[in-house]
């Protein structure tokens, strides 16, 4: 049995195409995916992200606790509500999640967390804590959206109005703050300015309606991924696991290397590998010719080796397909994949491929 977020039956409403996503039925589109990736990157759109997971981590050692377990430093989050990007890894350095924290004051964090990992995610986190002063809660009785798009603030702040209005005009990029109840983070996965909102699940269909009543468009997980490729921004299953470090994985400005007395889980891995030099990188790939690059195609480069595409996919912005691929890390400019028997020229580009609704190659 699936299971479903409390915007479920609005989304059967709507049309959605539902499918089981690591185990959540969720809407892959609402009839035209590449209609909806336009939406977002030209003005709005909005998806539902409750199957994700939000993890309170509270105590005195709350801080200590995460310098631990992440590869970033949230020593770093000064002011309350700032935000941070960062990857949890074993002690060979393979990335078990990538996640986001907030800093909610010192002795509160909330991390985000993804779906397909929710269990290991959980039971890692806590089998580390128990050395340290600190609670791990799951928030299941939360759920999220995502307004993104250039129009984001403009609808949320007109949705909700008065003080929190204010609050999301002011809100800076990578930031949250709470207003009512309500969490409202400037983060997303589109390459867009927007916003993330985590509130009482038994409020988000009401506000769902209002953002569909003031013609916001549903937004569904097809179009959620090409528009996170287009931004380079990776896919945790397909451009990284646990067999692979972020230094493998286009993520080496992910971790926090001082101060040099902070010893997180991986960190010798990591050292180790930086000394010797990773001997594969993630790459962005552009294809000039007619055809779609997709997961998993052979990427050679003559007289160095080959690789694998590890996304893949046609680029609505761009009208050419766009991919991330794992190469020997001595490949610099030039290589080639098979398509359907075609041996076609792909150029290595630096990611993001999009951001802001422009091309950036």
Request: hydrophobic fraction near 40%.
């Amino acid at each position: 049995m699936l299971k479903q977020t409390p915007l479920y039956e609005l989304h059967v409403e709507s049309g959605g195409k539902m499918v089981d996503f690591s185990g959540w039925s969720m809407p892959i589109h609402y009839g035209s995916q590449v209609q909806e990736h336009h939406k977002v990157r030209q003005a709005i759109g909005m998806f539902d992200v409750s199957h994700m997971t939000v993890v309170d981590v509270e105590g005195e050692d709350a801080q200590r606790f995460l310098q631990t377990l992440l590869a970033n430093d949230v020593g770093r989050l000064k002011s309350e509500g700032k935000a941070l990007y960062s990857c949890m890894l074993t002690e060979k350095g393979g990335v078990i999640d990538d996640l986001i924290v907030y800093f909610m004051n010192k002795d509160w964090y909330r991390m985000v967390v993804n779906a397909a990992t929710r269990d290991r995610d959980i039971e890692w986190i806590n089998q580390q804590a128990q050395s340290y002063s600190v609670t791990i809660t799951e928030r299941p009785e939360l759920a999220m959206i995502a307004v993104q798009g250039p129009k984001a603030e403009d609808y949320l702040a007109k949705i909700f109005a008065g003080e929190t209005a204010k609050a999301i005009r002011d809100l800076k990029p990578f930031n949250a703050v709470i207003c009512k109840d309500i969490f409202i983070a400037r983060t997303g996965y589109t390459g867009e300015d927007g916003f993330e909102i985590i509130l009482q699940a038994n409020a988000v269909v009401q506000i769902w309606k209002k953002l569909l009543a003031s013609d916001v468009p549903s937004i569904g997980l097809g179009a959620r991924d090409t528009l996170r490729l287009e931004a380079g921004m990776n896919l945790y299953g397909a451009d990284m696991d646990d067999s692979v470090t972020p230094l493998e994985s286009g993520l080496g400005w992910t971790v926090a290397w001082e101060p040099e007395t902070r010893d997180f889980i991986g960190r010798q891995a990591l050292e180790r590998q930086r000394a010797n030099k990773p001997k594969a990188k993630l790459v962005g790939l552009l294809l000039e010719d007619k055809g779609i690059l997709r997961d998993h195609q052979k990427v050679t480069i003559a007289g160095v080796g080959s690789g694998e595409i590890t996304s893949g996919s046609y680029s609505p912005t761009l009208g050419k397909s766009i991919a991330f691929a794992r190469i020997p890390s001595e490949a610099k400019i030039d290589c080639t994949v098979e398509i359907r028997g075609k041996i076609l020229p792909v150029k290595i580009v630096k990611a993001p491929f999009v951001r802001n609704g422009k091309s950036c190659i």
